[in-house]
């Protein structure tokens, strides 16, 4: 399976490919509209949001709700093209409109600077525009789809913030559907209300400053079986690929799994999770301190997964810079712009990470229809069983 997306933030839409889904598959667009909806809340956020209603058009793939086994197109529609239409005209546009809102002083952070040299674009309108994470609407989309699919397996996917600046949540451990209850009502998605009302404060004074905050958010994946990915080839071990999946988010910069970069200071003895076995269970672990991946393969323990989210780049009280026509010292251009995007970029990371999983999964266990891929799967559950 794979995806490819399309589309610019102030252009008339995002565009979403996807190659190699299944027949007969539930895919409705309810449950794609869910995931948007929660992807647009979060504390922190600018006026953009208040625009934008995000919504997505199944154009191909789809009858009645059920996928056919034909690529799958997705389009989600910008409501603030309305606003854009002349600026990003792809007609050639009147002289008198030529120099409007051209991008060129370029914003420390961003993509603007190496993409204007790299494309030759002395306009970084044309870099901004693509390299915007307006683009994670439809990877959101493509991403609640995959949680459809792994749905269907008894896959769940969920995901807490757990630090935004110097502000650090307390982590419980609680029931997946418990841990999807409470972070779904926080603004900031934790369940400590503590460092709930702290992290609120501190984007409200970040704002005041005309600063931006980065932070962690977790994602945890239940009721995988033991097995995705594999050991045999560098581009076959999902924690690498998963890994990648996260850092291509916007402003994402690190990841990590299950006790993480804490493993560096921990001796070997209390980091390794000790196997056990009963009639019952199988093999399983006691503790799952790697995360739910050992060799680039699933344990059968929850995937635990965390992404470092560096703060915002464009900054109303704007950084230095040089203008890329006159050479001269001048502070970056302000676009209308984010304090924090940690809760939201939250919300975009549960939905790469479930893609991820499920092209793992159908990997190992592929098939045309949902129907061959579980007989698949329930067959490779017995000889697990019988191991
Ligand atoms: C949900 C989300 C919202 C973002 N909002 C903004 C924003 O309003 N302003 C901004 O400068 N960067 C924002 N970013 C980050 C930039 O898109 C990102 O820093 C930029 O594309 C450069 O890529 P890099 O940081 O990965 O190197 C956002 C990122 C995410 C995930
Ligand atoms: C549009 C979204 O986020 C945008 C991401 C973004 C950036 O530079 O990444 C900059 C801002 O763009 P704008 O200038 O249009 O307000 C954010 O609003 C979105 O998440 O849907």
Redesign the pocket.
Known sequence: MRYLTAGETHGPQLTAIIEGLPSNMNVLAEEINNQLAR?QKGYG??L?MQIEKDTVNIVGGVRHGKTTGAPVALVVENKDWAHWTKVMSVEPVEEENEGKRRVNRP?P???DLNGGLKYNQRDLRNI?ER???RE?TVRVAVGAIARAFLAEFGIKVAGQVIRIGEVEAVRQELPLDELIRLTEESPVRVTDKGAEAKMMAAIDQAKSEGD?LGGIVEVIVEGVPVGLGSHVQWDRKLDGRIAQAVVS?????GVEFGIGFEAASTKGSKLHDEILYSEEDGFNRRTNRAGGLEGGMTTGEPIVVRGV??P???LYKALPSVDIDTKEVFTAQI????TC?VP??GV?MENVVAWVVAQAFMEKFGGDSIEEIRRNYTSYLEQVKEY
Do not use: C, P, W, Y
Not at 249 to 253: D, N, S
Not at 335 to 338: G, M, N
């Open positions: 992807r956020r600018g953009r914003r952070g961003h993509a901004l390299s915007s994470a994670t931006t988010i916007q402003a994402f910069k989210m560096k915002i780049a464009t676009e209308r712009s984010d995007a939201a970029a975009i």
